[in-house]
């Protein structure tokens, strides 16, 4: 049997064959994750950490965010009642689809007029054949054809209602493709793919009086450093991953891809020619605003969020009924919460005060103690501002003595 036929527990053994130390696994959990991925020999576990009162467009949500950076979780909560006591987040989804690319190498005397005729049609035939996606409110929406010299390139619009929709999108274009390979002057389908270019797209804003967050000032060098990040892609691209900081701990604890996000964020970002902050921040009269755009190619339905027990915890807190609009709105103002949050932060008392207090528990949690001397160690390591692996084994060692002392 090859590796990737054998049941998971027996990829285990080979690998506990070869010297290879694993971590012990629940068999029940080992077998679900098997379904979920190839060659699967454990798991890798994440923190999932809660933004309490999120307040958007009106509404109150506790977001669950999955990250492993001690920081995230802190920042977007942060950013966030900053945001509910001005007022909260106002967002606007416009989810019109998710592009899908059909490239065609079409014949000499192809007639491009001809084959747009078709195009009405291809749309009913298709609809017609993915009936369910148009009953759950999606379906393909446009096509529009560029042809450069042999190759004619299909531009397609597909509604994937509330899921993310890449593997609906893949099918439809396919079967799209087979029927224009049909048509006359085509020679032959070259390729039927989703494009990851930027659509979904949500635009978040916040209004602060600056009276909120230490005076307009503060609100000044928010706007200045902003402004930096407007034409310096050195600052642009740090202050973007503050906010994808936000967006990916969303992403993951809903079951949504990460990486198509990513990547239609950086286009997103180099939009205008050169690359640029997705944010913008300014001052206006008595008030700091700040304004984010950013494609979301998101769902709440489908791909694995039905299947994993993980991802419905997280649906619970956000609670059951959310759409994917909704879903949308809270994706992006969690994203700007943890920029206004890291901003402030940079412009009043500079980062690593916050950072270095929340990453001296990553350091507690390598050391090889009880929990109870880890939690000593920690308040020793943020009451004396020393945040190294050596000053916390010092303080293993004191905290050791003390309560051996007090036993004795
Ligand atoms: C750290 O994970 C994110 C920040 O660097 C973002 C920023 O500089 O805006 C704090």
């Not at 200045?224 to 050195?234: A, N, V, Y």
């Not at 969690?334 to 009043?348: K, R, S, V």
């Not at 350091?363 to 009451?383: D, N």
Request: charged content about 20%.
């Amino acid at each position: 049997m090859k590796f990737y036929e054998l049941p998971p527990a027996k990829r285990r053994e080979l690998l506990k064959q070869q010297g290879i130390e694993l971590d012990v696994i629940d068999t029940e959990v080992l077998d679900e994750l098997n379904l979920l991925s190839e060659n699967v020999v454990g798991q890798l576990r994440l923190p999932v950490g809660i933004v309490q009162n999120l307040r958007v467009n009106g509404q109150n949500y506790q977001v669950p965010m999955a990250t492993e950076e001690p920081s995230v979780v802190a920042a977007a909560n942060h950013g966030a009642s900053i945001a509910a006591k001005a007022g909260g987040f106002i967002a606007e989804s416009h989810r019109d689809g998710i592009w899908g690319q059909i490239i065609l190498q079409v014949s000499e005397n192809f007639q491009a007029a001809k084959l747009q005729a078709f195009f009405p049609e291809l749309i009913k035939l298709t609809n017609n054949k993915f009936a369910s996606l148009v009953n759950h409110g999606g379906g393909v929406k446009t096509i529009t054809a560029k042809q450069e010299a042999e190759l004619l390139f299909l531009k397609i619009l597909v509604d994937p209602a509330e899921a993310m929709g890449a593997n609906k999108v893949n099918s439809i274009l396919e079967y799209m493709a087979a029927k224009l390979a049909a048509c006359p002057g085509i020679e032959q389908k070259l390729f039927a793919i989703l494009s990851n270019y930027p659509s979904q797209i949500t635009k978040v804003k916040v209004e602060v009086p600056v009276a909120i967050i230490g005076g307009r000032k503060t609100a000044q060098k928010i706007a200045l450093l902003s402004k930096i990040g407007q034409t310096d892609p050195m600052r642009a691209v740090t202050n973007n991953k503050g906010i994808m900081n936000g967006i990916d701990a969303v992403l993951l604890a809903t079951g949504n891809d990460t990486r198509a996000v990513a990547a239609a964020c950086g286009v997103w970002s180099s939009s205008s020619g050169s690359y640029t902050s997705l944010s913008e921040w300014i001052v206006q009269e008595d008030k700091l605003i700040g304004q984010l755009s950013v494609p979301l190619l998101i769902g709440t339905v489908g791909g694995s969020i039905n299947s994993r027990k993980d991802i419905k915890q997280s649906y619970r807190i956000l609670g059951r009924n959310i759409t994917s609009n909704q879903l949308a709105d809270i994706i992006a103002a969690i994203g700007l919460a943890n920029n206004l949050a890291a901003l402030l932060a940079i412009a009043t008392q500079g980062i690593q005060k916050g950072h270095m207090k929340l990453q001296a528990r990553n350091i507690v949690a390598s050391l090889k103690a009880t929990s109870q001397e880890q939690i000593a160690v920690l308040q020793k390591l943020v009451s004396s501002k020393k945040y190294s692996q050596a000053a916390a084994r010092e303080f293993l060692q004191e905290v050791r003595k003390e309560n051996n002392a007090s036993r004795n």
